[in-house]
């Protein structure tokens, strides 16, 4: 079954893609710095991707009549989503957190605000204006938040997770040059650490790994595409060119059949929930 994450990038896109003049307001705020116009827009796009997804929304200048107490507003969320099946209340499906500052304190503040609730799925959006900062930058944010959970606490942690950093980029398409969905993987593992391959005796990076059957080999790399990736390993990287940085988050392409083919620089504009 397809993760919401998932359903929701897609729909996101499919958004932006069918709502021209939200699509262009967002592009030129984006590409202005116009961050307050930035936010109110995205935040209508936002809405507008969880309705049609079935669900019922809330946010500034959106009010939510499903529960029995209405607001625009829940919990000081900036966008909250809810299965519309039912009555009464229930727990929401998503979060959404719109942070246009340029503090990265107030981006992890963000963060925090949103594993703090019980959901599916939590989303953070953020602004840096160059498009390459994002990886980065979401390196950062995870380590810094995420370290700071037990390791115990946070593999309990239920729902998906995801950064989707907003820039601007006039040489790229819109909306996919402008949008990078991130995924935090909270796998117990500490962000900005790698697990290291524990190997007998190290050899010099590109050298094979002698072994006495084919079984042998394939469980100790010995083959030869499993001899590259650990010789990329043993460097600090992958074959996808994952820094080591990435531990607490997943950096693959983010593939959706209506999107771009992703771009083999790491410069692919979506990045993996599976």
């Not at 820039?167 to 993987?185: D, H, I, M, V």
Request: proline fraction near 6%; glycine fraction near 10%; charge should be positive.
């Amino acid at each position: 079954m397809t993760s919401l994450a998932t359903r929701w990038v897609s729909q996101f896109y499919a958004v932006l893609g069918d709502d021209r003049p939200a699509a262009d307001d967002l592009r030129d705020a984006s590409l202005q710095s116009n961050l307050a116009h930035w936010t109110s827009t995205l935040t209508g796009v936002v809405i507008r991707s969880f309705e049609q997804l079935g669900f019922a929304a809330a946010g500034k200048g959106y009010r939510c009549s499903l529960l029995p107490v209405q607001r625009n507003e829940y919990l000081a969320q900036d966008v909250m989503a809810f299965p519309s099946a039912g009555a009464g209340w229930r727990f929401p499906a998503a979060v959404c957190e719109l942070e246009n500052s340029a503090d990265a304190d107030l981006v992890a503040y963000s963060l925090w605000k949103v594993l703090c609730i019980h959901c599916g799925l939590r989303i953070v959006f953020c602004y840096r204006p160059e498009p390459g900062a994002g990886r980065a930058f979401v390196a950062d944010l995870a380590a810094a938040v995420v370290d700071a959970i037990p390791i115990v606490e946070r593999a309990g942690l239920a729902g998906e997770t995801l950064v989707v950093v907003g820039s601007r980029n006039e040489s790229s398409t819109f909306p996919y040059g402008f949008f990078q969905a991130w995924k935090l993987n909270f796998n117990g593992r500490r962000p900005g650490k790698r697990r290291e391959r524990r190997h007998p005796r190290r050899r010099p990076a590109g050298l094979r790994q002698p072994s006495r059957d084919g079984d042998a080999r394939r469980r100790a790399g010995g083959d030869r595409n499993g001899d590259r990736q650990g010789a990329d390993a043993a460097r600090g990287g992958t074959r996808q060119g994952v820094d080591a940085r990435d531990a607490a988050l997943n950096p693959l392409p983010f593939v959706d059949a209506s999107g771009p083919t992703p771009q083999d620089d790491g410069s692919d504009p979506m990045s993996a929930v599976r």
